[in-house]
């Protein structure tokens, strides 16, 4: 019996994770057709009808380029980091609270924030280990931010632990029946959307890509396959940010189509933003996260313990 359920998770993880992949491929459609629309021109409209074969042509092409080999990187670390990048991405959708089965354990929310942490190390080796001024520099910064945000992120979301009074995704749905935190709580919402962009190295914070000063950021050296592991990664952390966001603030059924309608709107905030935002300067975005979101979130965290206990005395 053990080994049944052991097998039918492992297929279900394989069917959740070729979703994904399958959406991060439509994601990147989106963002070129959103981006396209909003500098007034047409996106990709040519491979098949409307463009919607674009991500799979692009996908073959960058899996059969020629593979670069930097002499002085340091070669293992270099060709695992990417791999090691998309599985820790991939990981994260282990805490999907699928009704079916699954892993929708009672620490979710916990395994997240462990988890998200964990892709900080495989930037910062990607960039060292390419042994090139540009992509070491790009790595120190996107580490940096990423850390930074981190820490106003876990405290905005530990404000909403307060309040459910737990670390599953599943009392969310239950304790949004009625009513959606994001209408009670809407600054620690709109906090928690930028900690995600700056958390995903998205604009106006990918100072990891600036590519007026740093060419690339920490990906400059790859090429190929690795370049399409990064940028997977990048997509499928998007995706889930959304879903987070979406689950925490707006409530709903996992399996309605009206919550998935919300997470794609996420995703569209996310491309709408890039096509819309200037780049941040860098000290302003650290200032950002130290001297305004973590003052917040501290007050908001305090505010939530205090309604909780006075709700429990009551």
């Given at each position: 019996m053990f080994m049944l359920?052991?097998?039918?998770i492992v297929i279900e993880f394989l069917v959740v994770f070729l979703t994904v992949l399958v959406g991060v491929a439509f994601l990147t459609l989106l963002e070129?057709?959103?981006?396209?629309?909003?500098?007034?021109?047409?996106?990709?409209?040519?491979v098949g009808f409307l463009g919607i074969l674009q991500p799979f042509g692009d996908a073959i092409k960058l899996f059969s380029k020629e593979q670069t080999f930097?002499?002085?990187?340091?070669?293992?670390?270099?060709?695992?980091?990417?791999?090691?990048?998309?599985?820790?991405?991939?990981?994260?959708?282990?805490?999907?609270p699928l009704f079916s089965g699954g892993v929708s354990f009672c620490l979710?929310?916990?395994?997240?924030?462990?988890?998200?942490?964990?892709?900080?190390?495989?930037?910062?080796?990607?960039?060292?280990?390419?042994?090139?001024?540009?992509?070491l520099l790009g790595s120190l910064r996107s580490v940096a931010q990423t850390i930074s945000y981190e820490v106003s992120m876990s405290i905005i979301l530990l404000s909403f632990m307060y309040y459910i009074g737990g670390f599953n995704l599943l009392m969310f749905f239950d304790y949004q029946k009625f009513i959606w935190m994001l209408l009670y709580s809407l600054p620690l919402v709109f906090m928690l959307f930028i900690?995600?962009?700056?958390?995903?190295?998205?604009?106006?914070?990918?100072?990891?890509?600036?590519?007026?000063?740093?060419?690339?950021?920490?990906?400059?050296?790859?090429?190929?396959?690795?370049?399409?592991?990064?940028f997977m990664a990048e997509y499928s952390s998007i995706l889930?940010?959304?879903?987070?966001?979406?689950?925490?603030?707006?409530?709903?059924?996992?399996?309605?189509y009206f919550f998935i309608m919300k997470v794609v709107l996420l995703s569209f905030l996310f491309l709408w933003v890039r096509g819309t935002l200037p780049r941040f300067r860098y000290d302003k975005l650290m200032s950002l996260t130290w001297k305004s979101f973590l003052p917040c979130s501290l007050i908001f965290l305090g505010f939530s313990l205090g309604m909780k206990i006075f709700i429990l005395m009551n």
């Open positions: 359920d052991l097998i039918l070129r057709k959103v981006l396209g629309y909003i500098q007034i021109r047409k996106g990709p409209n040519k930097p002499y002085m990187s340091n070669m293992n670390i270099y060709y695992i980091c990417p791999i090691f990048s998309l599985m820790i991405s991939l990981f994260m959708w282990i805490i999907l979710s929310l916990l395994f997240f924030l462990v988890v998200s942490s964990l892709g900080v190390y495989s930037i910062m080796m990607a960039g060292w280990s390419s042994n090139s001024n540009y992509s900690s995600c962009l700056a958390e995903t190295n998205r604009t106006p914070f990918d100072f990891a890509e600036g590519e007026s000063e740093l060419v690339s950021g920490f990906n400059v050296e790859y090429s190929s396959g690795g370049f399409a592991l990064i889930f940010m959304s879903f987070i966001v979406s689950m925490v603030s707006l409530g709903g059924n996992i399996n309605s």
